[in-house]
């Protein structure tokens, strides 16, 4: 991460920057955003959906954590331009590399994402990691698609 989000914003609450809802709102908040970069966090529950025998969350749900840290940031920005953002899609990532087996149970996960390649016709990619008190829990280059027309783009993706 290069790039150092502003600080001294407030955010709206997170379900009205991210279209999850329910069990699939992972990230509970945005603590700073710039127009490269953002940082969210999101609480670790004992009691939820993805909880092992130890209350703590598998660490590969840590690219879906990355995804709506993406997400956010182009909420976001499409917010601060008077508009609302494009649904898009996770394309993937070559290379999510998890440093733990589990993010450990009510831990407060730091997730940063930073735009590192945007193009005209709805690419980006961002690098991505998570940390807790100081440690790198995981990290990855993530590709998201941002489609002109997102239902057309679906329906293709169906029929095909």
């Known amino acids: 991460m290069t790039a150092t989000p502003e600080t001294n914003e407030v955010f709206p609450p997170i379900d009205t920057i991210l279209p999850h809802r329910g069990t699939m709102l992972l990230v509970d908040g945005v603590s700073a955003c710039g127009d490269e970069a953002l940082t969210a966090y999101a609480a670790v529950r004992g009691d939820a ?18 995804a709506q840290g993406v997400a956010a940031h182009v909420a976001l920005l499409a917010m601060r331009a008077g508009g609302r953002a494009r649904p898009g899609v996770l394309l993937g990532t070559r290379s999510y590399k998890a440093h733990v087996s589990a993010f450990v149970r009510d831990a407060r996960l730091t997730i940063s994402v930073q735009e ?16 807790h008190d100081g440690a790198r829990y995981a990290d990855a280059v993530i590709k998201v698609y941002q489609p002109g027309d997102f239902q057309t783009f679906i329906e293709g993706s169906i029929s095909s």
């Open 49 to 66: 959906w993805y909880a092992d025998e130890n209350g703590a969350m598998p660490a590969w749900i840590g690219i879906e954590l990355m």
């Open 116 to 131: 590192v390649l945007r193009s005209d016709a709805g690419h980006s990619a961002y690098e991505c990691t998570i940390d």
